[in-house]
């Protein structure tokens, strides 16, 4: 992926897989780094995701990606569309 490339507004995997696929990447950090504070992880945590940052409401529903940060994952909640993490 890089800047400007388009991203189709309608590919996802649904609430329940998401969820599964986020708290698997969570328990492996866990794993790996069990007692991390967000400011020490290690590079090699998964709970600490590049994420691309996308204007999904772009004139006439074409999506592109405006750039790349860095985001601490925290949990995801049961049942939900959502994320609760960190920028770092």
Partial sequence: MSLNDAVAPD???GASSTN??????IAAGKAVDPGAPIHLYTAND???ATVAL??????G????ING????W????PAGRAAINGYWI
């Fill in 73 to 76: 994952i925290e949990s995801v």
């Fill in 20 to 25: 599964l696929a986020i708290a698997t990447l």
């Fill in 61 to 64: 529903g074409s999506c592109r």
């Fill in 11 to 13: 590919r996802s995997l």
């Fill in 68 to 71: 790349f940060a860095k985001l």
């Fill in 54 to 59: 996308i204007d999904w409401g772009a004139a």
């Fill in 46 to 48: 998964l709970r600490a």
